[in-house]
Every structure is written in structure tokens, then in C-alpha cells.
């Protein structure tokens, strides 16, 4: 019996849960919101309690040394050695990383040094490492990459089709995101299905603030929507996804405050997607509100972002030749059965039939009816359960 810290450093945020591992019991979880600004909050769930602190956390350095604090102020453990294994949900792991990997200098280094195809997430990955790796030196840390899952797209999937030296001498191609996720609800899809996973089709929908859909053949991915960097493919919270890169020098020589290309790539990043069209938020809730009041823009930007969910969906289908069961996770796939059957309900040619009353009853597992050609699920994703189960299998 040992205990195991799973950790998921977003760019101003810091998820963390701790397992009893081998038997994957969760001992205590917690979240460090609005790292970098003022008034971050932390919360550690604990024995049934729940506490929140508003405190200033400048960097994910100052997280981590909070999180350990925090560990020992409500006695979740006693020494820091009972710790013995800390993984880490890297985003981008590139060419290099293709599976879970024991993190040395060297590795950080190597992960750092990927900071380009992922410059709001690796950094602070990096930071925590190197905050951990000072109060304990003993345990076993893991990388585990978004990206690893994906290592098994086909060429012709994963490159671009630009001239062959940007992927021989800059790694321009696919790398894809949310792995662990993709993965996770593939596996408890095949569970469902009754199905031994190799002889599974599956189209995974992880749909939160950054959202991709996977396109998965007997286990393994074999297309996914993001691309080279987390702002491909659908239309997210704040990310455009996809869209014809001539808007990038258009928009540059008519729009003075795009000065250079990194302004239209964090216009892109940051004000885009539900936020850019609806002006009101990028939170899916808000959307909803907005549409209810008949705001135009809201009613816009909700029917883009579920036009660019099914015309993903429909491409898998394509990819996988059919498919067993759809899949949707993460905060907005699990909670907001209006975009469900927004997306669902414009896909029956396909075979696919909503249960509308399974479906608007927040029911997990299979929400479509019996007849229907195509299973769909609401599978709650569990990233921290995958990276903590591979620590373990790296001991
Ligand atoms: P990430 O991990 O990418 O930050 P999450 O998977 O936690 O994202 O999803 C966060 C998003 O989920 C929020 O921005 C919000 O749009 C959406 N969301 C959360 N709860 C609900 C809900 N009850 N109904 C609709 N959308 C929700």
C-alpha cells in the first residue's frame, strides 16, 4: 500500500488528487484556481470536509509548497515519505514522448525544451516538477503525455500536407490532446458494449473548455481533431479551431492591433470560440442563459460549436467506416444535454437515436435507444485515475 499523487497543472490551474494505490482509492483531492492573479482560491476535499482559502499563489511553485502544506495542516499524511509516487499530466509531449515516462532532469529538460508546441502548459508542468522533485526527492515522478495516446495515428493521418522538410526538420505534424481522457472513456466504452476493446470503433468526444474528439479503432487512436497545438479543430471555449490559415497576414495587415503573429495566435488562443462569437462568455452555462433571454449572438455561437462537434463526428464515422458507440466526457460532453441532442438529433441518417429522456436526465452510460444503430454514452472522465495507474505500472 503506498500513496500516490496525481497532478494536472493547467496554465493558472493546479488539480490534484491522492490515491491509495494499488486499490485506486482516492484519499483526498484538491484545486488551486487563478494561479498568477489575485485572489487564487485553493480547496481540498478531505474526510467528507470541504475548505476554500482565497490566498495570492504568484507561480505554480508557490501551488505546489501550498498543496504540501495543505497535506500535512489536515493530516492527510504524516511524512511527505508516504508519498511514493507523483505523476504528472504533461501536454505535449511531441515526437519524443510516446508513452509514460520516468521523469529525470533530462526528461524535464526534454519537456521544457517542447515549451513551443505548448507554451501555456508545459512551463508550468515543468515548475511543478521541479517543486516536488525539492521536498521529495524519493518519490517516483511520471510524465504522462495528452499526447502519448495518439502516437498511434497513421502517417496519413497525423502530417499536414505541406512541403516534407517542415516534418523532417521542425516536427510540423498532428500531435493531438487529452489522450488520458480519450483513452480512459474508450476503455469503460468497451466495458459498456460488452465488447472486448479490440473490436471496438469508438468516437470519443472530450468536449470542456479545450475540446477534442478522437476517432478510436479497437483501442487505439487513429485520428483526433486538435493538431499541432491545442488550438486545432473544434470550436472550444475560447479557441477558434480550425479555420483557413489566410486569415492570419489578412487579419495582420488590416487590423493594427495584430501587430505579430503571436497576437493573432492568443487572439485565436484566448478570445475566440464561444467567447468571440457570443461576447458574453466562453462558459457553456452562459450560453445557455443567453440563448433562453433570445440573444442572437448566443443562439450563433451555440449553433457554430455544435456544427463543428457533428461535422467531426461525421468525419469519424467516416474514418472508422461506422462506429459502435459515441462517446461524451469533460465538463460541457457530461453536463449540457441540450448540445447533446443539438449534435445528435441532426445525425439519425447515421442510425444514431437519442433517448431524449435518458439524455435530458443527466443519466450516465447509454443514453440512446435500444434500436439504436450507434450507442451513445456519457462517460465522466477520470484523467487523474489513468495517470496514477501509470505510476504505478512504472514503479
Ligand atoms: P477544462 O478541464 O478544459 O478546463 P472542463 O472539462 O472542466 O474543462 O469543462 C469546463 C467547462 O464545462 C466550463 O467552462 C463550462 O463551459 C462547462 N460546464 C461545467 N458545468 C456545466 C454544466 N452544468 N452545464 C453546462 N456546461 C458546464
Redesign the pocket.
Known amino acids: 500500500m503506498s500513496k500516490t499523487l496525481a497532478v494536472n497543472a493547467?496554465s493558472s490551474?493546479l488539480k490534484w488528487q491522492l490515491y491509495e494505490m494499488p486499490e485506486e482509492k482516492v484519499i483526498a483531492k484538491g484545486l488551486i484556481e487563478r494561479i498568477g492573479l489575485n485572489d487564487s482560491i485553493t480547496t481540498v476535499k478531505y474526510a467528507g470536509e470541504k475548505e476554500e482559502r482565497v490566498l495570492d499563489i504568484p507561480n505554480h511553485t508557490e501551488a505546489v509548497r501550498i498543496l504540501l502544506d495543505d497535506l500535512k495542516r489536515f493530516n492527510i499524511v504524516k511524512e511527505f515519505t508516504e508519498i511514493t509516487g507523483i505523476g504528472h499530466r504533461v501536454v505535449a509531449g511531441g515526437e519524443l514522448f510516446k508513452k509514460s515516462t520516468l521523469l529525470s532532469p533530462k526528461v524535464i529538460q526534454q519537456i521544457e525544451d517542447l515549451s513551443p508546441m505548448a507554451p501555456l502548459h508545459n512551463p508550468a508542468h515543468v515548475a511543478c516538477m521541479r517543486a516536488f522533485d525539492k521536498v521529495l526527492p524519493d518519490a517516483t515522478g511520471v510524465a504522462v503525455f495528452d499526447t502519448a495516446f495518439h502516437a498511434t495515428m497513421p502517417e496519413k493521418a497525423f502530417r499536414y500536407p505541406v512541403p516534407n522538410k517542415y516534418y523532417d526538420e521542425f516536427q510540423v505534424r498532428k500531435y493531438g490532446a487529452h489522450g488520458t481522457s480519450h483513452q480512459y472513456v474508450s476503455q469503460e466504452a468497451a466495458k459498456l458494449l460488452n465488447k472486448p476493446l479490440e473490436e471496438t470503433k469508438i468516437i470519443t468526444c472530450?468536449?470542456?473548455?479545450?475540446?477534442s474528439i478522437t476517432a478510436v479503432d479497437g483501442g487505439k487512436s487513429v485520428d483526433t481533431s486538435m493538431g499541432f497545438t491545442p488550438l486545432g479543430g473544434i470550436m472550444m471555449?475560447t479557441r477558434s479551431g480550425d479555420l483557413d490559415p489566410s486569415v492570419f497576414p489578412y487579419l495582420m495587415a488590416h487590423d493594427p492591433s495584430l501587430k505579430t503573429s503571436q497576437d493573432v495566435v492568443d487572439m485565436l488562443n484566448k478570445e475566440s470560440g464561444?467567447a468571440g462569437i457570443s461576447e458574453i462568455s466562453?462558459?457553456?452555462?452562459?450560453?445557455?442563459d443567453g440563448r433562453k433571454a433570445g440573444n442572437p449572438k448566443a443562439v450563433l455561437a451555440f449553433e457554430m460549436y455544435c456544427d463543428r462537434i457533428q461535422k467531426y463526428i461525421g468525419q469519424y464515422l467516416a474514418v472508422l467506416n461506422g462506429a459502435d458507440a459515441i462517446v461524451f466526457t469533460?465538463?460541457?460532453?457530461?453536463?449540457?444535454e441540450y448540445?447533446r441532442e443539438a449534435v445528435l438529433d441532426g445525425l439519425t441518417w447515421f442510425g444514431i437515436e437519442l433517448d431524449h429522456e435518458k439524455n435530458a436526465n443527466h443519466v450516465e452510460g447509454e443514453i440512446s435507444t435500444p434500436e439504436s444503430r450507434v450507442k451513445v454514452f456519457v462517460i465522466p472522465?477520470d484523467e487523474e485515475l489513468m495517470i496514477a495507474r501509470d505510476v504505478e505500472a512504472l514503479k
Not at 472530450?206 to 475540446?211: K, V
Not at 469533460?330 to 449540457?336: C, P, R, S, V, W
Open positions: 493547467g490551474s472530450h468536449i470542456g473548455n479545450g475540446a471555449g464561444l466562453s462558459d457553456m452555462r452562459d450560453i445557455r469533460a465538463g460541457i460532453g457530461e453536463n449540457a448540445m472522465t
